[in-house]
């Protein structure tokens, strides 16, 4: 890569941890690029040399976050063994990080989207229907694989599992960063493990 396009890439990654900052910083607050451009230290034309629109910085964040989560997914589920400690730490993966980035919660939960392009929410919220299309995967391949069957069916187990992780980044978005999705999380892991079946693999 030549200097010049390593500096527009370091530009790029300025402009976007900005961005995050500024949604952690400024919670039910609308972002503008004026404000962004200010905090990034340049001109707003600067701001659309590198992204043609604010949209387009909004979607590159959540394009980053979720290549951070996938990532991480893939070495879940490539690492642990039962359909139960794969889906049991995709939830914490995604809690943890999304605790550790709290503008990147609003983000995703569609809080700091309000009022922006609608494209966005559907763009955030595939990230959402791309991990529950994963666990619901993750449970069929235990059913081939024979594991112990749950008492609930893939798709059933899949959507429980989302709706908690969902449930909990609305309460930290909504409590502004107060109520963290990790705190007291463990026993209702415990109560997922006994209705998913897998409380033995577990431990």
Not at 63 to 74: H, L
Not at 120 to 132: C, D, G, K, S
Request: proline share 4%; hydrophobic share 45%.
């Amino acid at each position: 890569m030549s200097a010049t396009a390593q500096g527009k890439q370091d530009r790029k990654a300025d402009i976007l941890n900005h961005l995050a900052s500024m949604l952690e910083s400024e919670p039910g607050a609308r972002l503008t690029t004026a404000k962004l451009a200010q905090a990034v230290g340049v001109s707003e034309a600067a701001l659309y040399r590198h992204f043609a629109s604010k949209a387009k910085m909004f979607e590159a964040l959540i394009v980053y976050a979720e290549d951070i989560i996938f990532d991480r997914v893939a070495r879940i589920v490539s690492e642990q063994p039962t359909a139960w400690t794969k889906t049991s730490q995709i939830i914490a993966l995604v809690l943890t990080f999304c605790e550790r980035n709290p503008g990147i919660a609003r983000l995703l939960s569609g809080d700091a989207l309000l009022g922006e392009a609608p494209r966005l929410r559907l763009r955030a919220a595939q990230v959402f229907e791309r991990l529950e299309t994963q666990i619901r995967q993750i449970f069929r391949e235990a059913n081939l694989n024979q594991e112990p069957e749950g008492l609930l069916s893939p798709s059933v187990s899949a959507s429980l599992a989302l709706t908690l992780i969902e449930g909990r980044l609305a309460r930290f978005v909504r409590s502004d960063f107060s109520l963290k999705p990790t705190d007291t999380l463990d026993p209702q892991i415990d109560v997922l493990s006994q209705l998913f079946g897998h409380a033995a693999a577990q431990h």
